[in-house]
């Protein structure tokens, strides 16, 4: 029986969630010191799309940092027989002065389930309707392999496991952008939101369960960015 448009979404339909989202994953860390190779190998285990054939190499805290926020650490495992090399993020040690960007903030819960539900609905939408050439979303985005997220203030904490960036000769940027580089970026943005558009005009309903909010909203009466 031929799938409707709108059935074709059903794996996206939210569930009901709690402030700690995500229920029966790895632990979720609140302290670099929770990251070790046993939680690593948990947390991608758990994950169907990365198959249970795991086996974790490495696993180094980043001490510095330069250019994020947030926690971080370095792996690489083999994953069905494939190297990879994984980016870890997390929320930020309870010492550190930054911490308190989380208290009373969700960007992390915003961008996990970007990856898990925007995007996979996004990219299913660009498929459907762009020819192959054209399906560009998601060469624009590091593979996202597992993440989570709590609230709750007593269990505040985060973790994504991305694709390592670095270990492909993806370099910060030092001094200003190039002409072609602006370019290129605005490309890839104006892709972006124009399936986004899109998807939302043909689906208003989905992007409703979203509940997206704009920081601009947010930010318009606040004394302090005018």
């Given at each position: 029986?031929?799938?409707?448009?709108?059935?074709?979404?059903?794996w996206?339909t939210l569930?009901?969630?709690?402030?700690?989202?995500?229920?029966a994953?790895?632990k979720?860390?609140?302290?670099?010191n929770?990251?070790?190779e046993?939680?690593?190998l948990?947390?991608?285990?758990?994950?169907?799309?990365?198959?249970?054939?795991?086996?974790?190499l490495?696993l180094?805290?980043?001490?510095?940092?330069n250019?994020?926020l947030s926690?971080?650490?370095?792996?690489?495992?083999?994953?069905?027989?494939?190297?990879?090399?994984?980016?870890?993020k997390?929320?930020?040690?309870?010492?550190d002065p930054?911490?308190?960007?989380?208290?009373?903030?969700n960007?992390?819960q915003?961008?996990?389930?970007?990856y898990?539900?925007?995007l996979?609905?996004?990219?299913?939408f660009?498929?459907?309707?762009?020819?192959?050439?054209?399906?560009?979303?998601?060469q624009?985005?590091?593979?996202f392999y597992a993440?989570?997220?709590?609230?709750?203030?007593?269990s505040?904490?985060?973790?994504?496991?991305?694709e390592?960036?670095?270990k492909?000769?993806?370099?910060?940027?030092?001094?200003?952008?190039?002409?072609d580089?602006?370019?290129?970026?605005?490309?890839?943005?104006?892709h972006f939101?124009?399936?986004?558009?899109c998807?939302?005009?043909?689906?208003?309903?989905?992007?409703?369960?979203?509940?997206?909010?704009s920081?601009y909203?947010?930010?318009?009466?606040?004394?302090?960015y005018?």
């Amino acid at each position: 029986k031929q799938k409707s448009r709108k059935d074709q979404y059903y794996w996206y339909t939210l569930n009901k969630q709690t402030s700690c989202s995500w229920v029966a994953m790895a632990k979720i860390p609140q302290s670099l010191n929770d990251i070790n190779e046993q939680w690593l190998l948990t947390a991608l285990k758990e994950q169907s799309s990365s198959g249970q054939n795991v086996e974790i190499l490495s696993l180094e805290h980043v001490k510095e940092k330069n250019g994020f926020l947030s926690g971080v650490a370095q792996a690489s495992a083999r994953i069905n027989g494939k190297l990879v090399h994984l980016f870890i993020k997390i929320i930020t040690e309870p010492d550190d002065p930054f911490t308190f960007w989380f208290q009373g903030n969700n960007f992390d819960q915003v961008e996990i389930n970007f990856y898990k539900e925007n995007l996979l609905a996004l990219s299913h939408f660009e498929k459907l309707h762009c020819s192959d050439q054209n399906c560009k979303l998601e060469q624009m985005v590091p593979r996202f392999y597992a993440g989570d997220f709590c609230l709750d203030k007593a269990s505040r904490g985060f973790y994504m496991i991305m694709e390592d960036l670095s270990k492909q000769d993806f370099v910060m940027v030092q001094g200003s952008l190039s002409l072609d580089q602006c370019q290129d970026v605005l490309e890839k943005m104006a892709h972006f939101h124009a399936v986004a558009f899109c998807f939302a005009q043909s689906h208003p309903e989905i992007v409703t369960s979203w509940n997206l909010k704009s920081l601009y909203e947010s930010l318009e009466n606040d004394a302090e960015y005018e």
